[in-house]
Nanobody, 124 residues
Framework: QVELVESGGGSVQAGGSLRLSCAVS????????MAWFRQAPGKEREGVAA????????YLAASVKGRFFISRDNAKKMLYLQMNSLKPEDSAMYYC?????????????????WGKGALVTISS
């Protein structure tokens, strides 16, 4: 049974940084696409970033390019999201997700596994 557990959420002022971590328990074999999503109150969930488990190709939403960076450590079964230059509009619940199969052609759909989320709050 696969379980994803996020950590590292919190509250920071605009311009600050946070690093989210996602620990994966269970087998990651075949889980080739791992991603971060977020959902703000009253808004739809959106994909933030994804990374291919084997070749480390990354995908980023336009709203976070140049500020957020996704990485993974397969040996430790960890996924990370480094968030810099945070803005109030980045405030949301952030979810770790993964799917069996490739990130291509769409990295932001079809996730098979989800964490319970980590809350990120950015004050102005």
């Amino acid at each position: 049974q696969v379980e994803l557990v996020e950590s590292g959420g919190g509250s920071v002022q605009a311009g600050g940084s946070l690093r989210l971590s996602c620990a994966v328990s269970g087998s990651i074999y075949g889980m080739n696409c791992m991603a971060w999503f977020r959902q703000a109150p009253g808004k739809e969930r959106e994909g933030v970033a994804a990374i291919h488990r084997l070749d480390s190709t990354t995908y980023l939403a336009a709203s976070v390019k140049g500020r957020f960076f996704i990485s993974r450590d397969n040996a430790k079964k960890m996924l990370y999201l480094q968030m810099n230059s945070l803005k109030p509009e980045d405030s949301a619940m952030y979810y770790c997700a993964a799917k069996d199969g490739d990130c291509r052609p769409r990295w932001d759909v079809g996730m098979d596994y989800w964490g319970k989320g980590a809350l990120v709050t950015i004050s102005s």
